[in-house]
């Protein structure tokens, strides 16, 4: 599967110092941020059509993307709070370097990065799974009422 980390080079995280792993840290929230706005636009288009849907097999399909999406969601949350709180150590290490362990600290960087890289996967896959099933569902609930027009 393709790798989704941010870090300019293999060994970035060991090599870079304080400010310019702020900055990437940075960039991982502002993504973060953006994904937390694309999860609620998901789950507000899931909504949008779940009236509409009158097949049980349907109503199930969707119930489970959705349950995928809110723990997306929780999960966004977290890392959001994560990677605040990365970001505010970060900053006590760019004022005093003598703060924390530093090998110690990389370590948990690159496991934030881990986690928000695996986090972005599974975003990316569930996004392509809400829109598949949302244009099987018009398609196919559409065809259900012209159907149901037709025999009346």
Not at 16 to 25: F, I
Not at 86 to 103: A, C, R, W
Not at 141 to 148: D, F, G, I, S
Request: charged share 35%; proline share 1%.
């Amino acid at each position: 599967m393709r790798d989704f980390r941010n870090r300019p080079k293999d060994n970035y995280i060991n090599e870079a110092d304080w400010q310019k792993l702020y900055v990437l840290t940075e960039d991982w929230k502002s993504n973060l941020l953006f994904y937390n706005d694309d999860l609620k636009f998901l789950l507000h288009l899931i909504d949008k059509y779940f009236m509409w849907i009158s097949r049980k097999e349907n109503i199930d399909m969707v119930r489970e993307i959705e349950v995928g999406l809110l723990k997306l969601d929780n999960e966004c949350s977290s890392l959001l709070n994560l990677t605040n709180k990365h970001l505010h150590h970060l900053g006590e290490l760019i004022d005093n370097p003598f703060v924390y362990d530093s090998h110690k600290f990389r370590t948990e960087h690159e496991q934030l990065e881990d986690k928000i890289a695996n986090f972005v996967k599974d975003c990316r896959k569930n996004r392509k799974e809400v829109f598949t099933i949302t244009e099987y569902l018009i398609d196919g609930e559409e065809m259900v009422r012209k159907l149901n027009l037709v025999s009346r």
